[in-house]
C-alpha cells in the first residue's frame, strides 16, 4: 500500500526550529537534489535512518519512515510470532494464550503446540494493521514518535536571516476511519536543513532519499 492519498493535516507547526546553518550548509545546498548525497551532511556514526519518500505530485514534499518505508502491508505471522512478538506472551505458556483468546474472544486453542504454526486468522491481523501498525509500529508511525521526542522548537526552521527553508506536518489520521501516523517534510532546502539540525542535537540519525 503506497501511502500516497490525500492527507488530514492536523498539525501544521514545525517541530525545527530556527537554528544556525553555516556558510558550508549553504553551499551544499547549492547541489540539492541533484546531488543528495553531497547536499545532506550525515553524522559520522550512523545508528538509525530516515528515509524520505518524494511525492508523485509534489518535488518539494516527502514522507518520512524510520527504516524502510511501507509500501505493502506486511503479512500475518504465525499464532507463536504473534503471541511473543506482538502480544508479549510466551505461547509456551498456556494459561496466558487461554487469557488472551478468552479476553478477545476466540476459540478456546486446540489440543498440543502445533497450532501455534498456524498464520493467525485474517480478522486478527486486519484489526492490527488498521490501528497498532498505522498508529505505533509502521516505519511512518516510529518517523513521528521519534521526531515527536526531540527537543525542537515549534515554528518553521529558518536561516540566520530569518528566512523560511522549509518544514515538517505531522499527521495522526489521514480521515475518518484511516489511522495512519507520519511525517511529511515539505521545503527546497528541508531535509538538507533537517539532517544539520539533527546533527546540532548530537542525533546519529542519517536522512537518505530514496527515488
Not at 498456556?94 to 479476553?103: E, F, G, I, N, Y
Request: charged residues 25%; aromatic residues 10%.
Amino acid at each position: 500500500m503506497k501511502l500516497t492519498r490525500r492527507h488530514f493535516l492536523i498539525s501544521a507547526a514545525s517541530a525545527l526550529g530556527a537554528c544556525f546553518l553555516p556558510a558550508a550548509f549553504f553551499r551544499r545546498l547549492a547541489r540539492f537534489p541533484e546531488e543528495p548525497a553531497a547536499a545532506i551532511d550525515p553524522p559520522a556514526a550512523v545508528r538509525r535512518t530516515l528515509f524520505a519518500t518524494p511525492h508523485d505530485d509534489d518535488p518539494e514534499r516527502w514522507q518520512l519512515a524510520l527504516g524502510r518505508p511501507t509500501t505493502e502491508f506486511p503479512a500475518a505471522p504465525s499464532w507463536r510470532t504473534w503471541f511473543a512478538d506482538h502480544e508479549g506472551i510466551d505461547p509456551a505458556d498456556p494459561s496466558a494464550v487461554d487469557r488472551w483468546l478468552t479476553t478477545h474472544g476466540r476459540p478456546p486453542a486446540p489440543p498440543g503446540a502445533r497450532w501455534l504454526h498456524r498464520p493467525i486468522p485474517a480478522p486478527v491481523w486486519d484489526d492490527y494493521l488498521e490501528n497498532r501498525f498505522l498508529i505505533h509500529d509502521s516505519p511512518e508511525a516510529q518517523a513521528l514518535q521519534y521526531l515527536s521526542r526531540l527537543r525542537l522548537a515549534h515554528g518553521p526552521l529558518v536561516d540566520a536571516a530569518g528566512a523560511r527553508v522549509g518544514r515538517l506536518d505531522f499527521f495522526a489520521g489521514t480521515m475518518p476511519g484511516a489511522e495512519s501516523h507520519f511525517v511529511e517534510a515539505e521545503g527546497e532546502a528541508i531535509l538538507p536543513a533537517l539532517q544539520h539540525r539533527l546533527r546540532e542535537l548530537g542525533e546519529s540519525t542519517a536522512i537518505e532519499i530514496l527515488p
